[in-house]
């Protein structure tokens, strides 16, 4: 089931069944099909059915695991994370616990990777403050960046 929004105040509610072909769950899941592939292949959505022509046939478990996924590289989970909160989230006996030692490895990571990213702004905003700008050919930007 999809909802959109087609007021603030209204929803529409559409069931979509499938089975779903390739470019119908990629639309459906808001991915690619080349990644849907990608996920295939890396064994976090499960291999499909085929039609007797070869083609996938997804149902709405895999469009929404799809839509899991997505939302997961969206937050930034890396490939191997993703696999784990797969398992966790198709466990039903999971323990809460491990989904937030995830989630907060990948804060933490977050927070590093940020740290080191306003490092480089303030160093590359330094280096633009003492460059003129002008005609001339000395450049501090660039001598910074010689050592």
């Known amino acids: 089931m999809t909802t959109s929004l087609k007021s603030p105040e209204k929803f529409v509610i559409s069931v979509i069944a499938g089975p779903f072909n390739i470019g119908q769950a990629a639309s459906q899941s808001g991915v690619s ?30 469009v929404h695991t799809l839509r899991f996924i997505r939302r997961a590289r969206t937050l930034g989970f890396s490939m191997l994370e993703i696999a784990e909160l797969l398992k966790l989230w198709q466990n039903q006996q999971r323990a809460s616990a491990d989904v937030k030692r995830i989630a907060l490895a990948h804060v933490a990571d977050l927070e590093r990777r940020i740290a080191e990213m306003e490092a480089m702004r ?25 050592g």
């Not at 303030?122 to 010689?146: F, K, V």
């Open 122 to 146: 303030q160093t590359l905003a330094e280096l633009a403050h003492c460059c003129a700008g002008n005609n001339r050919p000395d450049c501090p930007i660039l001598s910074g960046l010689a």
């Open 33 to 62: 099909a080349k990644m849907v592939r990608h996920y295939e292949s890396l064994g976090l959505l499960p291999a499909v059915h085929r039609t007797d022509a070869g083609y996938r046939q997804y149902g709405e478990k895999e």
